[in-house]
Structures are given as C-alpha cells and as structure tokens.
C-alpha cells in the first residue's frame, strides 16, 4: 500500500498481529486465545476468563484461588474515588464519571510509574476489582440510594449485582450478566482497544491507556450503542410498531444503533448466545413484549437493508432487564472491555513500535504569510 491509497477508518488495514483474540468474519466465530468464546461463556467464571486473556491460559485451581482471594479484597472504593463521584453533577453521563474514577484510580495506584509486566497485572487486578464499584456507587447515588459494600463471599458478577442493587440476585440474573461479561471482555482491534495499543505505543502508562479507551468507547458507533439500543426500545415502545419505527428512522437516514459492524458481515459470533440469555431474563420476567420487539425489528432491519445485529442489540434489553438504567449500561461494558484492553496494554509494551500512521495532505498549497 503506498502512502496514497487511503483506507478511511482503517478498513481492511492489518496493523499488528495479537495472540488474545482472533475474530474470523467468515465463519462467525471468536476465539480467545483459541478457545470459542460460546464454550468459555458456558463453562467459566468471569474471573477465569480474565485470567485466560492476560495469561494465555485458563488459570489452575490454586492460581484462580489466589486470583480471586485478591480481586475480592479489592473491591471496596478507595473513599477519595468516592469523594469525587459524588462531586460529579449527576447531568453528567456515568461514563465521563467513570473516565474520571479510572483517572483517579490511576494517579492513586500504588505503582502508577511502573510497566514491568507484573506490575501491569496487579494494576489490571485492581481495576477489575475497582470498577463495578464505581458503577454500581455511580448508579445508586443518582437514584439517591445509599452505597452497598461489595461482599467477599461472592463472585465477580454476584458481587456487582449485589453492590449495585443490594440484593442478591437470581441464579438467572447472575448467570445472564457473567455471560455478557465473558463475550464483552475482548474483541481484537475494536476502537478502544486500538486507543489503548496507540496510547502504549507512545510508552506512557497502563491507566493513561485505559482511560483514553473509556473516551473511545462511550461513542455510539462503538459502546455506546447499547444504551441507544435501549433508548431506541423504548421511543418504538410496542413491538407493533418496529417496521413503522424503522421505516421513519432510515427515511430520516438515522443508524439504527445495535446493528451493523465492521468485521463481522453476516451477523456478529457473540449474538446468538447473549440473545439465549436474554431469552432466560425474559422468561423469568414474563417480559415477552421486549422479545416480540426485539424480534420485529431485527427481521425489519435485516429484510430494509439485510444488515444483522451486533451484541449491544441483545444486551442492551438485558440490562434492562436486569435492573441497570440505561445510562449505566456502557460503563457496564467497561467493566468486562478493561480485561481486553490492559491484555492489549501488556502486548503493546512487549513488542512495541510507536503508532504514527500517514496522512496525506488536501489543504492549501504553499502560500506566503502576508506581511503584517
Ligand atoms: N443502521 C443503518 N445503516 C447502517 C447501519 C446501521 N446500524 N450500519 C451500517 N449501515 C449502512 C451504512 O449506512 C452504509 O450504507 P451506504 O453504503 O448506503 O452508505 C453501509 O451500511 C455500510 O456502513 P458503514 O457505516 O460504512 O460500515 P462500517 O463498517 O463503517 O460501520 C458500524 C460499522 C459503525 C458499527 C455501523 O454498522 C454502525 O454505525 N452501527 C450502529 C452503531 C452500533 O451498533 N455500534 C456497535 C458496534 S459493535 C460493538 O461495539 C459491540
């Protein structure tokens, strides 16, 4: 390729190798470090996956003991993070307030300076203990609720759930949301991750990166989508009203938020299996409305312009049903996206080039400054 053919947004562009993921469009499938992510969803912990993804390998009993034993002491909010959530106007979006918690977080790490590979461990552990707290605080002091402290005795998920609504949640409830969270946590040279490989590139440290990728996914061509999902749900209101909804939206040249995506071209790998967990939500809530919806306007979308759901489509009305509101939903995909993006940081930093890309120049010729 020479430094004149573009290739706008990066399509099609192979700009490094990874070992953590590996996206195939073709046969619709993702591999976490070669196992499909449909197996890992079934059979592991949230923790055993995040492990599989900064180590290469599922964890041994005793490493996942030790894992978890410091992820669960590390859970509780660091009273200054705190301090300044509650100093963030609650007109704020909870992912700028949770941009600014990771920001924080950082500058208060006891190992801010240091990038040797186990110190980036022990600052990604942090953070995957450190973060559902900052959501769940953040959600609860909007709806003027007081904080819950996280609880030892469970798991990652549970213990979100938990935190952010105090009370323990279904089996359902638990199962469907480790299930988002395993097919969240890493997806290849997505948007953020990118943003968090270039901010490496440049040496700079682990939560500097991390809080570049927060920026990048809040938009709603990447993360944010699945809180658009939702918002979208509920201006279409009644399933009845899909194919009018969408009629309006594409004559009005709207993106239909939850569709579409730049790899995958005939349906996203993840989907099939966040919609059969949606499905166990909607039964246990009889919410069967939200089903026929969601099912009118994806047959709409495909049958209108033959484009496919991606996995905020299905998320976003689980988490709604799981209890969150909606603006909370993206930082919910922080919470799984920071495992992915601190493995990204570590490979980055072991075979790093810095990311400067070209650009070619479309501005003014050369011109003389008018004398002043
Ligand atoms: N709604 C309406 N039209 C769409 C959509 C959509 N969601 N997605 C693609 N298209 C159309 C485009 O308008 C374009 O049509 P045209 O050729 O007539 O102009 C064509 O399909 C190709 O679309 P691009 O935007 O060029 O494709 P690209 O690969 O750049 O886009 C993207 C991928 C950004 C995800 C796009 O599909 C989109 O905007 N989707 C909605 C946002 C969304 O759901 N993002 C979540 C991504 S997945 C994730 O983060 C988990």
Avoid at 138 to 166: I, M, Y
Avoid at 198 to 212: E, I
Avoid at 225 to 233: G, L
């Amino acid at each position: 390729m020479t430094d004149q053919e573009i290739r706008k947004g990066l399509a099609g562009v192979v700009v490094d190798t990874t070992a953590i993921s590996k996206v195939n469009p073709e046969t619709n499938s993702l591999l976490y470090r070669g196992y499909p992510v449909q197996q890992l969803a079934e059979r592991c912990s949230f923790e055993q996956v995040a492990w599989l993804l900064w180590y290469g390998e599922l964890p041994t009993a005793e490493e996942l003991a030790a894992f978890e034993a410091r992820e669960r002491a590390g859970r509780a909010l660091d009273p200054r993070v705190r301090h300044v959530i509650d100093e963030a106007p609650t007109s704020a979006h909870p992912m700028d307030v949770l941009r600014t918690a990771v920001s924080l977080a950082g500058v208060l790490d006891p190992e801010a300076g240091d990038d040797d590979r186990e110190a980036e461990l022990r600052k990604a552990e942090r953070l995957l203990a450190a973060i559902p707290g900052m959501v769940a605080y953040d959600q609860r002091r909007r709806r003027g609720q007081e904080p819950v402290e996280p609880r030892e005795d469970l798991d990652w998920s549970r213990n979100f759930l938990w935190t952010t609504f105090g009370e323990e949640p279904t089996d359902v409830a638990a199962d469907v949301f480790r299930i988002s969270m395993v097919l969240y946590a890493e997806h290849s040279f997505n948007a953020s991750t990118f943003t968090a490989r270039v901010v490496t590139s440049t040496l700079a440290d682990l939560h500097s990166a991390v809080v570049a990728a927060v920026g990048a996914l809040k938009g709603p061509l990447h993360g944010g989508a699945n809180e658009a999902v939702m918002v979208a749900f509920d201006e279409i209101g009644f399933a009845d009203r899909a194919e009018a909804w969408l009629g309006e939206a594409l004559a009005a040249k709207r993106k239909i938020m939850g569709f579409g995506h730049r790899v995958y071209k005939h349906g996203d790998s993840r989907v099939p299996t966040m919609r059969a967990a949606l499905d166990r939500l909607v039964d246990e809530h009889g919410a069967h409305e939200v089903a026929a919806l969601y099912d009118r306007l994806a047959t709409a979308m495909d049958e209108r312009k033959g484009i496919k759901p991606n996995l905020d489509y299905p998320s976003g009305p689980a988490y709604a049903l799981l209890g969150f509101d909606t603006p909370t939903f993206t930082p919910l995909f922080v919470a799984s996206r920071v495992v992915g993006w601190t493995a990204h940081v570590m490979e980055q930093r072991a075979a790093n080039a810095l990311i400067r890309p070209l650009s070619a120049y479309d501005g003014p010729a050369e011109r003389e400054v008018p004398a002043q």
